[in-house]
């Protein structure tokens, strides 16, 4: 392990699009999703336990959620887990993370990533990650994994890169957030885009250079603390910051105007489980392709994924191809072809029926 690395996990989403068991103030990141003994953020944690010191990994949350971390991670100190007052995308979230970290150290290297993927090839995630690691230690690189589309969808962002032979680093050409369903089947047809995993590594200088050129307003606002990060000081210049921060991504405010940046093409068993499909595709299946979890009696019904509590007997008959999903004081049922209904589902709930519901 180097001691120069340090990672960045970002937990403080909401999950909407899993709704209705991701909720407001239990998001899925806190959730054991896969039924596996292990919340989202614990299963992120142990992977990055692999690649750097322990006391060289921090949580950025939402200032509500700063329990639930504690109580999931008893391993980390109050000063590793950075509290956000008010959600302003992942532009602000990393600027904090990373203008703490130089105060650190100001060599470190940095991996970003979300609290909620699932990686199901560890050994092949350390090898990638280290050659991020390598390439972002030498030059002033900002880099992304790239994971190669298995079907057009339209739900992440793509990546074009330029081919370069065998050369495990390769320069990205354009970024294109979410495209509609014909230019994702084209972008898949060409060869030569990849699903833009979420997952970023750069040496601490190069990132804060960028803010610097690109977002130059969140770098003075943040550069201002530079004496108070790490210090008791650090939570109310934080509030303050917040208050002036725009809510911008990374991948507009930095990612898609700077010339430096490159891709690994990355096979590891990938899946960011931002929705219900994405969790029917990774899970394990039954003899009819029903994904279950919970008490469960199914009479000619397949294709479905059932998410239901333990103590609640649930009977399903004739259903094909849908999601059967309760949790607290909501259920939903809903075509699983048609999931991007959800976030409809979502705002109605919380119009008609009150935040109780959401």
């Not at 100190?77 to 105060?103: F, H, M, W």
């Not at 990132?207 to 690109?214: D, M, P, T």
Request: with cysteine; proline share 4%; aromatic share 10%.
């Amino acid at each position: 392990m180097n001691n120069n690395t340090y990672v960045v996990i970002m937990a403080g989403g909401i999950g909407s699009r899993f709704w209705p068991f991701s909720r407001t103030n239990y998001p899925k990141q806190f959730h054991d999703v896969l039924g596996i003994g292990e919340t989202m953020l614990q299963m992120t944690m142990k992977r990055f336990e692999q690649i750097c010191p322990v006391e060289n990994i921090f949580i950025v949350t939402n200032k509500d959620y700063e329990q639930l971390v504690k109580e999931q991670l008893p391993q980390l100190s109050d000063n590793q887990i950075l509290l956000e007052p008010v959600g302003r995308n992942t532009a602000p979230c990393i600027a904090y993370a990373s203008y703490k970290i130089a105060q650190i150290n100001p060599n470190a290297n940095l991996i970003v990533a979300p609290s909620d993927h699932v990686v199901l090839k560890q050994e092949a995630f350390n090898q990638v990650i280290n050659t991020a690691l390598e390439a972002a230690a030498a030059d002033d690189v900002l880099i992304t994994l790239g994971i190669t589309p298995s079907r057009p969808d339209t739900g992440y962002g793509y990546i074009q890169f330029i081919a370069d032979g065998d050369q495990p680093i390769k320069k990205v050409k354009t970024f294109t957030e979410k495209p509609n369903l014909e230019l994702a089947q084209m972008f898949l047809n060409s060869g030569d885009f990849v699903w833009n995993s979420g997952i970023f590594i750069w040496s601490v200088n190069s990132i804060l250079n960028a803010f610097r050129q690109h977002l130059s307003e969140i770098s003075e606002i943040f550069e201002e603390g530079n004496t108070q990060y790490n210090t008791d000081q650090e939570s109310n210049f934080i509030v303050k910051a917040y208050s002036h921060c725009r809510n911008i991504s990374i991948d507009y405010g930095i990612m898609e105007k700077v010339d430096n940046v490159y891709v690994v093409l990355a096979d590891i068993g990938w899946s960011d489980l931002g929705t219900w499909n994405s969790l029917y595709t990774i899970s394990n299946k039954d003899e009819q392709a029903n994904v279950i979890d919970g008490d469960v009696m199914l009479y000619d019904t397949k294709n479905c994924i059932i998410k239901t509590p333990k103590n609640r007997l649930v009977v399903v008959q004739g259903l094909e191809g849908y999601i059967i999903a309760e949790h607290d004081n909501v259920l939903m049922i809903c075509k699983l072809e048609e999931e991007q209904k959800v976030k409809d589902f979502t705002a109605d709930a919380k119009y008609k029926k009150g935040q109780n519901y959401i």
